[in-house]
């Protein structure tokens, strides 16, 4: 008996050991190797590949979370409240990642599924990505290399002004957006969507997909944004522009005392709300222990429904 209780001690304290050991491992910031996760839900939007891309789609991990390089294939994943819940709002789902990587999950998967939570149908878009390294050893070391302090001021792309990549360079994504857009207003009654109830939101990067698309899409009619950590420059706001929610931290690179892009939209007369939070740094995604920012995706949902984007129209 003593021999067999001493077994099973043995055996929950290596359990235990194993647990701190794979926790601590997920989340620190070094990069991991990840098998591609299944996406059987992921629907090919058909937008063609990425030129001049010898390496295939790959993953790894990197504080806790599971992301994707090399994109060469556009897709969207649909992201559907309960029967009976939804309310008939939509809203695409950007992930960041420099447009060198995606954030899937803190940015993608859990912001969709929070969404659906609150009747809203949400879609992640996994838009295509410009190259990096093939292998990992490499891409850790670009992704560990030297950097310059960031600029003192950064555009809407959210990345600072003299990394930006060239406005052609975005070609691509926005021809995704413009995709997953097409998407959802052509299925639009087999998802229970009200096509004049589709937003985009998106993080980082994503913010800056997201606010390329609502500046030059000519086919994509978004009902509302949420730029999330976004670059803060000042743009030119169409009269076409919707209603924006904008969110970010004084701790993020990314502010550094900018509020170009909420001055534009104000001064264009287009309703705009504007969240900057005490702490949160970058990349929070809905949030991080502790942080004043961790509750801005209620303000967002509180937003949506102050503005009627909850609820249809009368006579619809």
């Known amino acids: 008996m003593l021999t067999k209780h001493l077994n099973r001690t043995k055996t929950v304290i290596s359990s235990a050991l194993l647990f701190i050991v794979v926790s601590a491992t997920a989340q620190d910031g070094t990069i991991y190797p990840l098998e591609a996760p299944a996406e059987p839900k992921a629907i090919l939007l058909g937008t063609g590949r990425v030129d001049d891309q010898p390496a295939k789609e790959t993953w790894f991990r990197q504080w806790g979370d599971p992301m994707a390089r090399n994109i060469t294939t556009a897709t969207l994943t649909p992201f559907l409240p309960e029967p009976g819940k939804a309310n008939g709002a939509a809203v695409i789902v950007a992930p960041g990642g420099g447009f060198r990587w995606l954030s899937m999950g803190n940015e993608g998967w859990e912001v969709a599924e929070a969404l659906a939570k609150q009747g809203i149908a949400a879609f992640v878009l996994k838009y295509r ?117 904008s969110v970010i931290a004084t701790d993020d690179f990314l502010f550094r005392g900018q509020f170009g892009v909420i001055d534009s939209w104000y001064k264009a007369g287009i309703p705009v709300e504007f969240h900057l939070y005490q702490n949160g740094g970058h990349g929070f995604g809905l949030g991080n222990p502790n942080r004043t920012s961790n509750r801005w995706f209620d303000a967002f949902i509180h937003w949506l429904d102050v503005n009627s984007f909850l609820t249809a129209k009368t006579g619809k």
């Open 129 to 245: 990505l410009h190259p990096t390294p093939e292998s990992l050893e490499e891409f850790t070391a670009w992704m560990n290399r030297p950097r310059p302090a960031p600029a003192a001021s950064s555009d809407a792309s959210g990345e600072a002004a003299p990394a930006r990549p060239p406005q052609q360079d975005l070609s691509n994504q926005l021809e995704d957006a413009e995709a997953a857009y097409a998407m959802i207003v052509k299925r639009a009654r087999e998802w229970g969507v009200d096509t004049n109830r589709i937003g985009m939101i998106g993080f980082s990067a994503g913010a800056g997909l997201t606010m390329h698309s609502t500046l030059n899409s000519k086919t994509m009619r978004l009902a509302f944004i949420g730029p999330i950590y976004g670059g803060m420059g000042p743009v030119e706001v169409p009269e076409s522009a919707p209603p924006m929610f």
